[in-house]
């Protein structure tokens, strides 16, 4: 391997949404620091099987509305 080119690896801690911490190996950051989870297996809908509404009819009027104008024109 050659020599400085690397990115330093290096032991953080993970905090999981529900106050669990592990210790592993990352390039982020420095040595010592925390990564805090938002979303983690215990909390993700793929495998809680728990999903929320999305309006997706709102995001598809805002959509059309945006690009309305880059149609086909006659």
Known sequence: ???????????INVVMTDGTEFTTRSTMGKAG????????P???PAWTGVH???????QIAKF????ASFGIKS
Do not use: A, C
């Open 64 to 67: 059309n509305k945006r690009f």
């Open 42 to 44: 215990k909390s993700h």
């Open 33 to 40: 620091d925390t990564l805090r989870l938002d979303i983690d």
């Open 1 to 11: 391997m050659k020599n400085d080119i690397h990115p330093d690896y290096h032991d």
């Open 52 to 58: 929320r509404m999305v309006d997706s009819g709102g």
